[in-house]
């Protein structure tokens, strides 16, 4: 299939080009690099058969985002392309609506142009907000808490809408829990700006001296040891979701949202004891307050996406703790140094 895929340098989306082309797709990146680096597009070319091409543009910007899809004529577009951090989503507000919301129109106006009606929107686990029960599934109420999961949420919104309102529209509304790790050859990862906000990227800094401790946030929950517990999925693994997910198209009509997880819960001290495992040694940790916003625990019923996206898990904590690790121990400034 030829698939568009917006933020296809990021995090998520270099692990999914890579599983992509692997699978004999055809793909057109649309990157603004505002949050990643060109390198980490020649690393997706280096551990794939590298048939791609990449623009350089803000999804904002319409008339670009038109005419790359005019000519590359998309079969569905992936779209990762957006701002992610729920702290600096409360201090750059009208930025986070602009680029999630807003952005999402410019795209669709983009697609409605080519002629494309399938698309698979990276959304999050944060639009369930504080759980009325666990394992979340599809059908519990949406209550984002934070001004990044209205965000999200509103995109779904907008999504579902655009999809009902034509026939042979699709779009698939992934709800990510908690991604983490790297790809196995330890080239490619997750390469955050200044002070890790999330505890994997964080704990990895610390494994490699760049931080004193982890501060783990509270261990006064109402979980075994007292620290949060969360859904973690492999990046990897998310990465196959989304290839595995073009083919529910063939199907589907209108708007569809899938729990990507494990349905395996965590807790901050067991990562801990598996990051500890890895390095070899102990790591340096302090007990703070919790973090205001936070939720005790998050879990996942995926059962819907093993069913209709015939996708499921396949690495387990210590898979994703060893290859952020072998990422982060190879790179220890991520795509910043030469090589
Ligand atoms: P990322 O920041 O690594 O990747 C996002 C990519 O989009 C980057 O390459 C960035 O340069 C690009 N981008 C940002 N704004 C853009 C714009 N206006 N125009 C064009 N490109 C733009 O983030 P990620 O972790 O790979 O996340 C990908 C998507 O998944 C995001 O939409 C994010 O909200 C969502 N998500 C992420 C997580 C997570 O924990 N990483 C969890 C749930 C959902
Ligand atoms: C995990 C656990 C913390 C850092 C966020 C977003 C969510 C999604 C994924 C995008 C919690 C604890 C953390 C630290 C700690 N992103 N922790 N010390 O908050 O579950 O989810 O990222 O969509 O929307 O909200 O992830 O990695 O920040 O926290 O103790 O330095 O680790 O309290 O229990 P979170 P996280």
């Given at each position: 299939m030829r698939v568009l895929v917006t933020g296809g340098a990021g995090y998520i989306g270099s692990h999914t080009m890579v599983e992509l082309l692997g699978q004999g797709h055809e793909a057109l990146v649309v990157d603004s690099f505002s949050n990643s680096s060109p390198k980490a597009l020649d690393r997706v070319r280096e551990l794939s058969n590298g048939y791609f091409e990449a623009v350089e543009a803000d999804i904002r910007d319409t008339a670009r985002l038109t005419e790359a899809a005019e000519r590359f004529r998309p079969e569905a577009v992936i779209h990762f392309a957006g701002l992610k951090s729920v702290g600096e989503s409360v201090r750059r507000t009208v930025d986070y609506y602009d680029v999630n919301v807003a952005g999402t129109v410019s795209l669709l106006r983009a697609m409605d142009a080519s002629g494309c009606g399938r698309i698979i929107f990276s959304s999050s686990?944060?639009?369930?907000?504080?759980?009325?029960?666990?394992?979340?599934?599809?059908?519990h109420p949406l209550g984002p808490i934070n001004v990044y999961g209205q965000t999200k949420a509103m995109a779904e919104r907008l999504l579902t809408d655009w999809a009902a309102a034509e026939k042979g529209r699709g779009a698939l509304l992934l709800r990510y829990f908690n991604p983490v790790g790297a790809h196995a050859s330890g080239r490619m990862g997750e390469d955050p700006l200044g002070v890790p906000e999330n505890l994997m990227p964080f704990l990895a800094q610390v494994a490699a001296g760049r931080r004193d401790a982890l501060r783990i946030w509270g261990d006064d929950y109402p979980t075994p040891d007292g620290t949060g517990i969360r859904d973690y999925i492999h990046v990897t693994d998310l990465a196959r979701a989304h290839v595995a997910a073009l083919a529910r198209f063939e199907t589907l009509e209108g708007a569809e949202p899938y729990n990507i997880g494990t349905g395996q819960g965590i807790s901050v001290k067991e990562m801990l004891g598996a990051f500890n495992r890895a390095v070899g040694r102990d790591l340096p940790f302090e007990i703070h307050p919790r973090r205001p916003g936070d939720i005790a625990e998050m879990r996942a019923d995926c059962s819907k996406a093993n069913r209709e996206l015939n996708w499921q898990a396949e690495h387990d904590m210590d898979d994703m703790v060893q290859s952020l690790w072998a990422w982060q121990s190879a790179n220890p400034h991520g795509y910043g140094e030469p090589g």
């Open positions: 686990a944060t639009v369930y907000g504080e759980p009325q029960y666990l394992p979340f599934d599809e059908s």
